[in-house]
């Protein structure tokens, strides 16, 4: 059935293809978004259909709409990027959520938050699961992202407890593909462009640190899953892909699939950067029935491929 659905963030990375999604599967949706990191570019193509609306506006401030589902996007997921304005981003994190809640209860909406594998910090349980509490440094310069988003879960966890509010709380790990910003500062965009342009490919610390990479189909099939999931169940669900590779593995992976002659160079490791890092999905396995289908080569071709036609 047709629902009208807003999504925060909307003009961003994930939020753009998000839209795209929805408005494919047949719903209306409204876009809304302040163009910190997100930019008019990657919904134009969506602005000539009638059941897409774009609208300029901070989760900061409060925002009022009559909607089915609201997906709660909006904030800066790029370490450069919520460490710009680090108190901003503890306030589009926790303002945001209050904000999207509030309208969440009074119009009966279903609202799901997009929160992070950073909850978990610097992990030591690994793989995570999503009983495992996290080992985040509250005090530290991730802290503004990492504890913003933990106090967004207990927000959410707390309107679903006391007001019934009808809530969903996706955890994504480390997301690439196209349309993400060149400089969004990411390693996955880094890399690409850095090999595109024959320059050094920066490898923060000795590379050895891992991450597990999901293609952004992937991802929000896993997202949308969730949304329309039984009632009752909240999550926090992992979703991500659980192949871990280290940091040097993409790098070499990505000079092999550019045919680029980047030669390696190592920069100081950002502090509390995670070491390790690998989603347990067998959470979303049973409650979504979903798992990841592109593998990382897959997905990297298809993302050096949008990297080529913009560069
Ligand atoms: P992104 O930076 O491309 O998108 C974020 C969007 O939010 C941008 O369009 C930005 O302009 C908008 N925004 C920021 N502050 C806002 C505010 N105060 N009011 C309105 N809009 C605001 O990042 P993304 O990768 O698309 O991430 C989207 C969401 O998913 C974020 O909440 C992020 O924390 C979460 N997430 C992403 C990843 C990933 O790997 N891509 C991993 C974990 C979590
Ligand atoms: N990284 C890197 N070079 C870069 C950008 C990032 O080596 O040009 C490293 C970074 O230190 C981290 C990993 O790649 O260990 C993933 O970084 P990203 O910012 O993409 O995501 P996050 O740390 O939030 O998972």
Redesign the pocket.
Do not use: K
């Given at each position: 059935m047709k629902k009208k659905i807003l999504v925060t963030g909307g003009a961003g990375f994930l939020g753009s293809h998000l839209c795209e999604k929805l408005l494919n599967e047949g719903n209306e949706v409204v876009c809304l978004d302040n163009y910190f990191t997100g930019q008019k570019k990657n919904v134009i193509h969506l602005l000539n259909n009638p059941y897409f609306e774009l609208i300029r506006h901070d989760v900061t401030m409060p925002f009022f709409i009559e909607v089915d589902q609201i997906y709660n996007l909006a904030c800066p997921a790029?370490?450069i990027h919520y460490q710009y304005n680090g108190i901003k981003t503890i306030k589009t994190s926790v303002m945001g959520a209050i904000n999207m809640l509030g309208l969440a209860k009074r119009i009966k909406a279903r609202v799901l938050q997009a929160s992070t594998s950073?909850v978990y910090g610097d992990p030591s349980v690994h793989p995570q699961v999503e009983e495992y509490w996290g080992n985040v440094n509250p005090i530290g310069e991730r802290a503004c992202y990492d504890e913003g988003k933990r106090c967004a879960e207990a927000l959410f966890m707390n309107y679903h407890r006391q007001n019934n509010v009808d809530i969903k709380i996706i955890r994504i790990f480390?997301t690439y593909g196209p349309r993400m910003h060149p400089n969004d500062?990411?390693?996955?965009s880094?890399?690409i462009v850095q090999a595109l342009k024959g320059e050094d490919i920066?490898?923060?610390?000795d590379?050895s640190?891992t991450?597990s990479f999901c293609y952004v189909d992937d991802l929000l099939n896993g997202m949308v899953k969730l949304m329309n999931s039984r009632d009752g169940f909240v999550g926090p669900v992992n979703v991500g892909n659980p192949n871990e590779f280290t940091?040097k593995e993409l790098a070499n992976k990505v000079i092999e699939l550019t045919n680029s002659k980047s030669k390696l160079i190592t920069?100081p490791?950002?502090s509390d950067?995670?070491l390790q890092?690998k989603p347990d999905i067998s959470l979303a396995k049973k409650e979504l029935d979903w798992e990841p289908k592109v593998q990382l080569e897959e997905g990297l071709k298809k993302t050096i491929e949008y990297f080529q036609s913009i560069i």
């Open positions: 790029s370490p950073e480390n500062g990411r390693v996955v880094n890399f920066t490898i923060y610390g590379g640190q991450r940091i920069m490791l950002p950067d995670p890092r």
